[in-house]
């Protein structure tokens, strides 16, 4: 295991852990999309440092669906997930883009998402604290 590259990967899911929370306590001028966004990336990043961990390589994607798939194959209990994986994956391009547009409520519920995957993968990755 590559220690110095899950730690970039873990360093880098919690800025935008703390930028999805931030984000999403703008009141006034609310960004639900980037809200949406920064959900989806904190998950990802968590899912490729599990696999980090375990020296599994991967490809290049932001498909959490292939990433918790990979996991899968080392701790099955990566299937409980599977709820909040769907609904944070379509927020890695679908609204980056004009034609879609996340709601508040949607980025309510992108957050408590990705709190969940993140809880989950630190307990994994024996992070207790924060």
């Known amino acids: 295991m590559n220690e110095a590259l899950l730690e970039e990967w873990v360093r880098k899911a919690e800025e935008d852990y703390y930028t999805a929370i931030i984000l ?3 009141r006034k001028r609310p960004v639900p999309n980037s ?7 904190c998950a990802e990043k ?3 440092a599990f696999l980090v961990k375990h020296g599994i390589s991967f490809r290049k994607t932001h ?3 292939e990433l918790r798939e990979n996991c899968i194959k080392l701790d099955s209990s990566f299937a409980l997930l599977d709820e909040y994986l769907h609904q944070l994956n379509r927020y890695a391009v679908t609204f980056r883009y004009p034609g879609e547009e996340a709601s508040v409520e949607e980025a ?3 957050v408590k ?3 969940a995957v993140r809880e989950f993968v630190r307990r994994k990755l024996s ?3 924060g």
């Not at 809200?35 to 990336?41: G, I, K, L, R």
């Open 24 to 26: 999403n306590r703008k």
């Open 127 to 129: 992070i207790f604290k």
């Open 113 to 115: 998402a990705m709190k």
């Open 35 to 41: 809200v949406c966004f920064h959900a989806q990336q």
């Open 46 to 48: 968590y899912l490729k």
């Open 63 to 65: 498909d959490l669906l």
């Open 108 to 110: 309510k519920l992108a």
